[in-house]
């Protein structure tokens, strides 16, 4: 039995460069291209009209010294991620736990919980403004108070994240319930047996085993934290303590202001924290399955 | 940067095609409404309009109806749209005819090349408009660029009947408004409306305290890049401003203009520096309620010879295909007929042309039209008067900040002339 060298046919020819070519190409249009075009772009002064002029690193020295938006920008980036992470994922998990128990009414919870996830984020965000605005919001009437939430920018991002918060508690809670039911109760039942409390037996022998989903929420989390956009562009554009990071890519490139070349540098930045935390993610995967 | 190397435009064009042809594509949908006419002998003109909102649309249907030497087609985009997307729409398939603002705002295409020169359509116009409507319709290059067609002035609004019942008297200098604002506190009325959630409205009130204290010429100067924002004449501005600041609306980065409006007609607050669009906000019956006076002198220097009255109009896309029924259609925008339409139908609006017929305009639109006869320049308001992306990226979180820190204003100049000196190079 000689071992043939296999030799692809012309029709496999065809399949491979039909299939492969055209992933390649949609690939490299989509999203190569773009992104090289965006980093070439933001060593340049376009304004979309008129010669393209390069001017080096001229605007990321501009944006992280001159623009004060940027750096509130980058702060409130990672105050979302950070408060999506800490507090309202955490909290997610918690309420997870809780209807995992079989509660009276848990399927009432359950939905109620559940129901701001089908929301869009800038229905949530007009929904804050009915909530928290100075003069006719539902916050200030109940309570009597007479707080600008939306318009003091020290307090305004603590809010709106609240609002974010509590749509993205439901999705987590959501997604560890389904992990939580596919746990083998023998499991709980065996550390029972060996004596732990409910506390050791969650945090040393389920949770653990729920690792898988704990990837998938991290990365959700981290997704929702870089891409917010629409909550705080249908609260005030963006503007006055909301800045994000993709709010000002789209003042600049978008608006009638057109500084192409300047939005490309934040857009830069913002593809670098994404593929910071692209990167660590799939080496951790690849790690697993080696 | 001292060297500046040239790259080729032909690779990153390729490139930014992907990325940002989308806007563009968006820019060109619109809703079509052919607006069948007899048809002349001039062929299709088509109009790019950003008249989205119900008044302004159908007025310039009917103005369009009226115009018979050609066919028209109106494709409507959404107006903040239509804005944004400006500089892509003009290099890309534009209509004949689009609508746009004078000043600066014009200025910056028609450099760019972006828009025909209507030289000749304005020795035909010209007797119909003051000069101060030519200036704001004039490039650099000194050739007119655009036909104004409405515009609405800035002041000081008040309800009639709420000063009356307080006897509270128009005030003519600085001094007296701060009085006035003392004494309305005294009455639990807080002074001046203000909102600048939307970032634009607190435009409006640097622009007149600027021109009061400085003149028209030395703001104009300003707009364009020319003076220094560390000036003490800047810095003079914003410390009278802090001044007031306790008169204003509190709590002014949270509301929207429409609520500050608001509150004027429910007589909360006693004042407002706005647009006459302020009366949009205000139930019809309590519209003939409705006053204003020009913001008060402060140097006598100037006195009030200054006002902010933006100017809406139309141009011509360079890349018209019908250029001789554009012209056509902008003659037909330049008459005195046409502007009264809109008049009739959008009370916030006032005719351009000094020909109009202003015995049809309500009690407020006589006073506008008087306010600004009156004044000897006619800015267009902070957006229109400088380079737009100044105005969005620089000027609107500038004054938000000084809005909530009004004590910081050494260090806000500083960041400014900064953000300047990038922009402006």
């Given at each position: 039995?000689?071992?043939k060298?296999?030799?692809?046919?012309?029709?496999?020819?065809?399949?491979?460069?039909?299939?492969?070519?055209?992933a390649?190409?949609?690939?490299?249009?989509?999203?190569?291209?773009?992104?090289?075009?965006?980093?070439?772009?933001?060593?340049?002064?376009?304004?979309?009209?008129?010669?393209?002029?390069?001017?080096?690193?001229?605007?990321?020295?501009?944006?992280?010294?001159?623009?004060?938006?940027?750096?509130?920008?980058?702060?409130?980036?990672?105050?979302?991620?950070?408060?999506?992470?800490?507090?309202?994922?955490?909290?997610?998990?918690?309420?997870?736990?809780?209807?995992?128990?079989?509660?009276?009414?848990?399927?009432?919870?359950?939905?109620?919980?559940?129901?701001?996830?089908?929301?869009?984020?800038?229905?949530?965000?007009?929904?804050?403004?009915?909530?928290?605005?100075?003069?006719?919001?539902?916050?200030?009437?109940?309570?009597g108070?007479?707080?600008?939430?939306?318009?003091?920018?020290?307090?305004?991002?603590?809010?709106?994240?609240?609002?974010?918060?509590?749509?993205?508690?439901?999705?987590?809670?959501?997604?560890?319930?389904?992990?939580?039911?596919?746990?083998?109760?023998?499991?709980?039942?065996?550390?029972?047996?060996?004596?732990?409390?409910?506390?050791?037996?969650?945090?040393?022998?389920?949770?653990?085993?729920?690792?898988?989903?704990?990837?998938?929420?991290?990365?959700?989390?981290?997704?929702e934290?870089?891409?917010?956009f629409?909550?705080?562009?249908?609260?005030?554009?963006?503007?006055?303590?909301?800045?994000?990071?993709?709010?000002?890519?789209?003042?600049?490139?978008?608006?009638?202001?057109?500084?192409?070349?300047?939005?490309?540098?934040?857009?830069?930045?913002?593809?670098?924290?994404?593929?910071?935390?692209?990167?660590?993610?799939?080496?951790?995967?690849?790690?697993?399955?080696? | 940067?001292?060297?500046?190397?040239?790259?080729?435009?032909?690779?990153?064009?390729?490139?930014?095609?992907?990325?940002?042809?989308?806007?563009?594509?968006?820019?060109?949908?619109?809703s079509?409404?052919?607006?069948?006419?007899?048809?002349?002998?001039l062929?299709?003109?088509?109009?790019?309009?950003?008249?989205?909102?119900?008044?302004?649309?159908?007025?310039?249907?009917?103005?369009?109806?009226?115009?018979?030497?050609?066919?028209?087609?109106?494709?409507?985009?959404?107006?903040?749209?239509?804005q944004?997307?400006?500089?892509?729409?003009?290099?890309?398939?534009?209509?004949?005819?689009?609508?746009?603002?004078?000043?600066?705002?014009?200025?910056?295409?028609?450099?760019?090349?972006?828009?025909?020169?209507?030289?000749d359509?304005?020795?035909?116009?010209?007797?119909?408009?003051?000069?101060a409507?030519?200036?704001?319709?004039?490039?650099?290059?000194?050739?007119?660029?655009?036909?104004?067609?409405?515009?609405?002035?800035?002041?000081?609004?008040?309800?009639?009947?709420?000063?009356?019942?307080?006897?509270?008297?128009?005030?003519?200098?600085?001094?007296?408004?701060?009085?006035?604002?003392?004494?309305?506190?005294?009455?639990?009325?807080?002074?001046?409306?203000?909102?600048?959630?939307?970032?634009?409205?607190?435009?409006?009130?640097?622009?007149?305290?600027?021109?009061?204290?400085?003149g028209?010429?030395?703001?104009?100067?300003?707009?364009?890049?020319?003076?220094?924002?560390?000036?003490?004449?800047?810095?003079?501005?914003?410390?009278?401003?802090?001044?007031?600041?306790?008169?204003?609306?509190?709590?002014?980065?949270?509301?929207?203009w429409q609520?500050?409006?608001?509150?004027?007609?429910?007589?909360?607050?006693?004042?407002y520096?706005?647009?006459?669009?302020?009366?949009?906000?205000?139930?019809?019956?309590?519209?003939?309620?409705?006053?204003?006076?020009?913001?008060?002198?402060?140097?006598?220097?100037?006195g009030?010879?200054?006002?902010?009255?933006?100017?809406?109009?139309?141009?011509?896309?360079?890349?018209?295909?019908?250029?001789?029924?554009?012209?056509?259609?902008?003659?037909?925008?330049?008459?005195?007929?046409?502007?009264?339409?809109?008049?009739?139908?959008?009370p916030?609006?006032?005719?351009?042309?000094?020909?109009?017929?202003?015995?049809?305009?309500?009690?407020?639109?006589?006073?506008?039209?008087?306010?600004?006869?009156?004044?000897?320049?006619?800015?267009?308001?902070?957006?229109?008067?400088?380079?737009?992306?100044?105005?969005?990226?620089?000027?609107?979180?500038?004054?938000?900040?000084?809005?909530?820190?009004?004590?910081?204003?050494?260090?806000?100049?500083?960041?400014?002339?900064?953000?300047?000196?990038?922009?402006?190079?």
């Amino acid at each position: 039995m000689a071992a043939k060298t296999r030799r692809y046919s012309a029709r496999d020819m065809a399949v491979l460069v039909i299939g492969l070519g055209v992933a390649i190409v949609v690939n490299v249009g989509v999203i190569w291209g773009p992104a090289l075009a965006s980093i070439g772009l933001s060593g340049t002064d376009w304004s979309g009209i008129g010669p393209i002029e390069w001017v080096g690193g001229q605007n990321y020295h501009d944006l992280a010294a001159e623009y004060p938006p940027f750096w509130s920008a980058v702060r409130n980036n990672v105050l979302w991620l950070g408060f999506l992470a800490l507090v309202a994922t955490p909290f997610g998990l918690f309420c997870a736990v809780l209807l995992d128990r079989r509660l009276r009414l848990s399927r009432f919870y359950q939905s109620a919980l559940y129901m701001p996830v089908v929301l869009s984020l800038a229905v949530v965000g007009f929904i804050a403004q009915l909530v928290y605005s100075s003069d006719y919001g539902v916050l200030n009437s109940v309570t009597g108070l007479s707080v600008d939430w939306l318009g003091d920018s020290s307090v305004n991002i603590w809010v709106v994240m609240v609002a974010a918060a509590w749509r993205h508690v439901g999705y987590v809670m959501v997604i560890y319930l389904a992990g939580l039911k596919a746990v083998d109760p023998a499991l709980k039942e065996a550390a029972a047996i060996d004596g732990a409390s409910e506390r050791q037996a969650f945090f040393r022998v389920v949770f653990p085993t729920l690792r898988p989903v704990n990837v998938i929420v991290l990365v959700i989390t981290v997704i929702e934290a870089l891409r917010a956009f629409d909550i705080v562009y249908a609260i005030n554009r963006g503007r006055n303590g909301l800045e994000l990071l993709s709010v000002l890519v789209t003042e600049n490139i978008v608006g009638e202001a057109s500084r192409i070349g300047f939005g490309s540098a934040i857009a830069v930045i913002l593809l670098a924290i994404s593929v910071g935390f692209i990167a660590t993610y799939l080496s951790q995967m690849f790690r697993e399955e080696r | 940067m001292d060297q500046r190397l040239p790259i080729s435009r032909r690779h990153l064009l390729l490139g930014a095609a992907a990325t940002f042809g989308v806007p563009a594509v968006l820019a060109g949908c619109g809703s079509d409404s052919p607006a069948p006419g007899p048809g002349g002998n001039l062929g299709t003109v088509t109009i790019g309009s950003n008249a989205s909102d119900e008044i302004p649309k159908k007025t310039l249907d009917t103005v369009v109806k009226g115009f018979t030497q050609a066919t028209t087609r109106i494709n409507t985009v959404d107006h903040n749209t239509f804005q944004e997307n400006i500089n892509r729409y003009l290099r890309g398939t534009p209509e004949d005819v689009f609508t746009w603002f004078a000043g600066y705002r014009m200025q910056f295409f028609a450099e760019q090349g972006l828009a025909v020169d209507i030289s000749d359509v304005w020795q035909e116009i010209g007797a119909d408009y003051t000069q101060a409507f030519k200036d704001q319709s004039t490039g650099v290059d000194g050739k007119q660029y655009f036909v104004p067609f409405s515009y609405y002035p800035w002041a000081v609004f008040y309800r009639k009947s709420l000063w009356e019942e307080n006897g509270y008297e128009v005030p003519a200098t600085l001094d007296e408004l701060t009085a006035l604002a003392r004494r309305m506190q005294g009455d639990d009325i807080i002074p001046i409306a203000f909102a600048d959630k939307d970032g634009w409205p607190a435009m409006g009130t640097f622009d007149i305290i600027n021109m009061r204290m400085n003149g028209y010429d030395f703001h104009v100067s300003l707009m364009q890049g020319k003076q220094s924002w560390t000036d003490p004449k800047v810095r003079q501005v914003f410390d009278t401003w802090r001044g007031l600041m306790e008169f204003h609306q509190p709590a002014a980065l949270g509301r929207t203009w429409q609520e500050a409006a608001q509150s004027l007609a429910q007589k909360q607050t006693g004042m407002y520096v706005l647009g006459m669009f302020v009366a949009q906000q205000f139930p019809e019956a309590d519209r003939d309620d409705l006053d204003f006076f020009t913001f008060p002198e402060i140097n006598p220097a100037y006195g009030t010879d200054s006002i902010d009255a933006p100017i809406d109009g139309y141009m011509i896309s360079a890349k018209a295909r019908n250029v001789e029924g554009a012209k056509a259609l902008l003659k037909h925008f330049a008459q005195a007929s046409s502007q009264n339409i809109a008049t009739e139908l959008d009370p916030g609006t006032l005719a351009a042309s000094s020909k109009a017929d202003t015995s049809g305009y309500s009690a407020l639109q006589k006073r506008g039209a008087e306010l600004v006869s009156k004044a000897t320049h006619i800015a267009q308001f902070l957006d229109r008067d400088t380079r737009p992306d100044f105005a969005s990226t620089v000027m609107i979180p500038s004054l938000q900040s000084f809005v909530s820190e009004p004590d910081e204003i050494d260090s806000l100049l500083a960041s400014i002339e900064q953000q300047k000196a990038n922009i402006f190079r």
